[in-house]
């Protein structure tokens, strides 16, 4: 920078804008670049399944009007992106109503795999439904299961 004033027959003045100039353009490049790339890492990360893509899937799968009930981390998003009447299933009367939903008509069971999901569910889905798909984890959500109730 010093040397295009100097170039330019800049005065001193004029060599130190030039200079401040040389300077602020350095930092901000310096700045821009890191920061440029932890944008495009970020966002080429947030590819993958989302909630949207699960209620497209169940779109599919679940006739309307159908019983639907959703472990906590999957119910509420699917009432936000889907059906707003699915059935959230608390980790402490899961089984219980579960229980009741295979005494009337069948129903479907949307398991999220996060941290909400009761221990014992797996176990008790293998043994009284099917499961019809899974959805890989992505970026904003770690998994989703449906399954679908034998009923009577």
Excluded at 40 to 55: C, I, K, L, P
């Amino acid at each position: 920078a010093v040397a295009l004033a100097r170039r330019l027959r800049l005065g001193a003045q004029g060599r130190a804008r030039v200079a401040g100039a040389g300077v602020a353009v350095s930092l901000l490049v310096a700045w821009s670049l890191p920061v440029g790339a932890g944008l495009r890492q970020y966002y080429e990360s947030r590819h993958g399944f989302d909630w949207r893509t699960v209620a497209g899937l169940l779109d599919a799968a679940i006739p309307p009007g159908e019983p639907v009930l959703a472990t906590v981390g999957a119910g509420y998003p699917l009432r936000h992106y889907w059906r707003p009447e699915v059935e959230v299933l608390e980790p402490e009367t899961f089984r219980d109503r579960l229980d009741a939903r295979l005494r009337s008509r069948p129903a479907w069971v949307v398991v999220h795999m996060g941290w909400d999901r009761p221990a014992e569910l797996d176990g008790w889905l293998e043994r009284h439904a099917v499961r019809v798909a899974a959805i890989p984890s992505s970026w904003s959500q770690p998994g989703v299961q449906v399954w679908r109730l034998r009923g009577r």
